[in-house]
């Protein structure tokens, strides 16, 4: 006896609006992504986007310790609307939905990046809440496996408003980008004019965040600020 089981499917507005029962799977044919439904959230929860991930596959600079791939279209990689449907983000105001990805070498790891922040107002508890600080999530993109993280922001763990970041990832991708290594992008290029949450803490109530004026800006700022300041996730290659 032969089976066939045909899932629910859609375009991503008809996805979008669906409110489903608790475990029904839905794909949405736009976007060739699925999703999971929990019978409250409009849209479910998207958990894969099947897409090329083959795009600019050879270093236009650097090396494996830092190295410049260029930049890939969110059509070639993920859209940024799928990644932020996909981690359960409540809070925050998203911006920059066409932006492209940075495509990067750090440290032997295959490191993507959106050029511009794709979420304002965010805390840091925020993004705690949801494991997207430390590497506690693992996105899924055409079947290979990414941590998802922030941007490291200093060489220690545990900042002050003193504590600057040269010689982090931070700094040394960004400075890269601007200064004619990798490329020549300016701050607005880069959206380095707001304030971003790194990964780093002071131990207690405070958070490290990058930017403001350009990429060497650095201080530390409560957990729960959410005003003007942005998301820039990393995801780095498993």
């Known amino acids: ?76 990689f993920t859209t940024v609307d799928i990644l932020r449907n996909s981690v359960g983000l409540i809070n925050g105001d998203p911006i920059n939905n066409t932006t492209p990805w940075l495509k990067l070498q750090v440290d032997g790891k295959t490191l993507y990046t959106p050029k511009l922040p794709i979420l304002a107002d965010v805390s840091y508890n925020d993004l705690v809440a949801a494991d997207l600080a430390l590497g506690d999530s693992i996105a899924f993109v055409d079947g290979r496996q990414y941590k998802l993280r922030l941007f490291k922001g200093a060489t220690i763990n545990i900042v002050t408003a003193q504590t600057g970041g040269v010689g982090s990832e931070w700094d040394r991708v960004f400075e890269a980008l601007t200064d004619g290594t990798f490329a020549t992008m300016s701050t607005a290029d880069l959206g380095l004019g707001t304030v971003a949450w790194t990964r780093e803490t002071d131990g207690s109530t405070n958070a490290a965040i990058r930017g403001g004026t350009d990429y060497t800006d650095f201080d530390v700022m409560d957990k729960d600020t959410d005003i003007m300041v942005v998301w820039r996730p990393v995801l780095e290659e498993l």
Not at 3 to 19: C, E, M, P, Q
Not at 42 to 47: A, I, L, R, T
């Open 1 to 76: 006896m032969n089976l066939s089981i045909k899932l629910l499917r859609g375009t991503t507005a008809k996805n979008d609006l669906a409110v489903l029962p608790e475990g029904k799977i839905s794909i949405d044919t736009e976007r060739m992504a699925i999703r999971i439904h929990d019978g409250v959230t409009p849209g479910g929860w998207v958990v894969q986007a099947h897409r090329a991930v083959t795009a600019n596959s050879v270093l236009l600079a650097g090396d494996t310790t830092l190295g410049w791939y260029g930049e890939v279209a969110q059509a070639d």
